[in-house]
Each structure stands twice: as structure tokens, then as C-alpha cells.
């Protein structure tokens, strides 16, 4: 799979209110937003950074305007349902570390995305998805998500769904490395509250991985706090977030587990913080994630210890119009530490540009460089490359 989801993490209702209410009073509003906005309208690879005011689906909401407007969403389907979607082909050239070649043609993603909102108070959310190399369309998230943010600050979100830690906001097409490493997607509930610039939520999960000698109980929780600004040129979005324990982020899981490992002596905790800035035609995106213990050497090893992985992500992005395209430049680098033995490379260096052809229809093009772990760290120290196009239909 070279591609990633357009359409991830569960929004507070003021998400689905924003995308459901297809109003022209809406649009219009949207459009005179140009701080925040900047940086959920140019992160066309991933629309998801869960800020409480909903700017993510502005997208999807004018899209679901103009398919009203066409009147190919009508009647009951258009005042009480919405339907978005991705279909991503990539082609692909690599040299990998062992210094061989090779190049792919693929039908990366599909995905379908149904939200449902039959009164103020309760919204529901469906995505399926179809990634390169699955045998099946899969349930990626369900969800029931109660509130009115006219009425009150606080919502609940429960079903299947992306607990909140980590953003991974990125203008790239691979995924960047603190997703692959804290992204988490589990059956859950979770309890929210917005307050003027200010929102956080609190969730809990019964996780994959437990404690040895522990009972299966919903003993996995976490939380996310974080802070808004939008100005007129300006805008900002940072937070913090935690989980209790690191080993059910989804990669981390599907490691241990496939060495036989289902449990672990403790949980290792994970702490993650992010900072987006943008500002005219310039966007900035910043992630850390990190374990805040190490785990046993038994469970994940680094050079004899047990490892301590990290992750982190920078990038920055210019964007301006050539030949009346919205076209977007951006550059980046990310890295880990201790995770070695999760498959990730130590260095990463990416540069990209893409063009949004139409509104529904854009293509992007990319280089990415890794460089391995050393091999008394477990790598090969080698190096790799790897350039991908991609064409990607959203409607």
C-alpha cells in the first residue's frame, strides 16, 4: 500500500452538524474563514486533525452542495444523509535496501464514508474502506456520536472509531511516521467538550494487548487537550495527548502479536504532542509522539534493552495558484528512535508537489529517501528511495 486514508478520526458533533447542514449561509461562512481553515483545506491527504469546531468537513459539505445542486443527493437522502468518498491509483518506483529495484501500478484506496444525522442531538458515521492487498471491504469506523454544541460544550462519541492521539496532519502521500507508529483504532468511547478556543476529551477502550495476570477489562484510557486560533491571516492548532498504553497503537500490536506476544509485564504509557501553524500561503506541521517508559526486552528489543521507540514529523508546505490550479509544494523530514524492530527507518527525507486539477479530482507526485538503523541497531544501514504519483478522486 503506498496511499492512506483521506478520512480518519471521529469528530465531535460539530463536525457532522457542519458537514450535514449543506446550507449556502454555511459555505459562505467558511469561506471568510481563512486562518485555521488554511490548514484543513490544503491537508487534502488527510482531513482529520479532531478540532472541535468542525472545519474539517468543509470540504465534504460543499462537495455534498454541489452533487444537492446537481441532484444527484435529493429528498430525504440529502437533508439527513451524507455521503463522501476517496478512490486513490498510485504508481510506484523503489530502490530498496538491499539495493533492488522494482515499480507497481495500484489501486491504493477506496473508501465510502455515510453520515447520518436525523435530529440535532444524534449523528452517526460510517466509514468502509478498501486498501491494496485486502481481501475485503472493511468496517474502518462506526460510530454514534450524541450532542448539540448550540446546546451544551460536551458530546460522547462510542463505536468503532480513532481514539484521539495523535493528529498526523501531512501534505504527503505516505503516511508520516507518527501515525505509523501511535495510530490506534479500537471499539471505544469517548467524552468531549469544547469551550471558546479551548477542547479535550477523555476515551476508554478494552485493548488487544494486557498486562500478564491481568483480566480482559476496559483498562485502556487516554486523553487529548488542546488549543485553536483562527485569524485572518494566522492560524494556529496545538495539543497534547496521552494513552496508557502504547502497546494497542495499531503497528505496535501487530508486532508484538506476530512474534506470539498478547501480553506485556506493564503498560508503557505514550505522550504525544503536535503544533500546526499556518500563515498566508505557508503551512507548518510538527508531531511527537514518544513511550514514556521502555518495554521489556522480551517484547520489543533495541540493541539488547528494551526499546523506548519514538517518532516524530516535520513539514512545511508553500501553496499558491499556477495556471489557476491550486498547486502545493511541500518538503519534509521525520525520524524515529529505538524502532528498529518495528520496520521503520531511522531518517526519512520527503519532498512533494500537488495540483488540485478540479475540485473533486487532484494528482501528486512524490520523492522519499529513508535511511536505515544501523546494523549493530538492527537495521541494514543502507539507504532507500522511493517516488510515487498518485491520482485521487474525492467527491
Keep these: ?13 460539530t463536525g457532522f452538524a457542519v458537514l450535514l447542514a449543506a446550507t449556502a449561509t454555511i459555505a459562505d461562512g467558511a469561506e471568510n474563514r481563512p486562518g485555521l481553515e488554511e490548514i484543513e483545506k490544503h491537508d487534502w491527504r488527510r482531513m482529520e486533525d479532531r478540532l472541535p469546531v468542525g472545519e474539517e468537513e468543509t470540504a465534504r459539505e460543499t462537495t455534498a452542495e454541489k452533487k444537492e445542486d446537481n441532484g444527484i443527493i435529493s429528498g430525504l437522502l440529502g437533508q439527513y444523509v451524507g455521503l463522501s468518498g476517496l478512490v486513490e491509483v498510485e504508481a510506484a518506483a523503489t530502490d530498496n535496501y538491499e539495493g533492488e529495484s522494482g515499480s507497481d501500478l ?5 473508501e465510502l464514508d455515510f453520515h ?25 469506523e462506526a460510530v454514534l456520536s450524541l450532542g448539540n454544541p448550540e446546546k451544551s460544550p460536551f458530546y ?34 469517548q467524552i468531549g467538550a469544547e469551550y471558546n478556543d479551548f477542547f ?17 477489562n476496559i483498562n485502556n484510557f487516554g486523553t487529548s487537550v488542546g488549543y485553536v486560533y483562527e485569524g485572518e491571516t494566522v492560524g494556529i492548532s496545538a495539543g497534547i495527548d496521552y494513552i496508557n498504553n502504547l502497546a494497542d497503537a495499531d503497528m505496535l500490536t501487530e508486532a508484538l502479536m ?28 510538527s508531531e511527537y509522539i514518544i513511550a514514556t517508559d521502555q518495554f521489556g526486552a522480551d517484547e520489543l528489543e533495541f540493541q539488547g534493552q528494551g526499546a523506548k521507540p519514538a517518532a516524530w514529523h516535520f513539514e512545511v508546505i508553500y501553496t499558491r495558484d499556477i495556471l489557476a ?10 525520524g524515529t528512535g529505538e524502532a528498529a524492530n518495528l520496520g521503520l527507518p531511522e531518517k526519512r527525507y520527503m519532498a512533494a508537489v500537488s495540483v488540485a486539477l478540479t ?29 510515487t504519483t498518485q491520482l485521487a478522486f474525492t467527491f
Design 359 to 387: 475540485d473533486y479530482l487532484s494528482w501528486a507526485l512524490e520523492f522519499v529517501h529513508d535511511e536505515d538503523y544501523e546494523s549493530d541497531a538492527g537495521g541494514t544501514g543502507q539507504s532507500a528511495d522511493l517516488v
Design 116 to 140: 447520518v444525522r436525523p435530529n440535532d442531538w444524534a449523528q452517526g458515521h460510517i466509514l468502509l474502506l478498501w486498501e491494496d492487498g485486502a481481501e475485503h471491504l472493511d468496517v474502518d
Design 325 to 334: 490550479r491550486e498547486t502545493s509544494f511541500a518538503v519534509g523530514y521525520q
Design 156 to 189: 460522547l462519541n462510542a463505536g468503532k472509531l480513532y481514539v484521539p492521539f495523535g493528529t498526523f496532519g501531512s501534505f504527503m502521500i505516505q503516511d508520516p511516521l507518527p501515525l505509523e507508529l501511535g495510530e490506534t483504532n479500537e471499539t471505544a468511547v
Design 106 to 110: 495500484a489501486l491504493a484506496t477506496v
Design 1 to 13: 500500500m503506498y496511499g492512506k486514508k483521506i478520512f480518519g478520526k471521529i469528530l465531535p458533533p
Design 258 to 285: 506476530s512474534t506470539g506476544t498478547s501480553t506485556v509485564k506493564e503498560y508503557v504509557p505514550g505522550l504525544g504532542v503536535h503544533l500546526q501553524l499556518t500563515h498566508g500561503p505557508f503551512t507548518f506541521y
Design 200 to 216: 479535550g476529551s477523555v476515551f476508554a477502550f478494552n485493548g488487544d494487548i494486557d498486562e500478564t495476570g491481568s483480566t480482559n
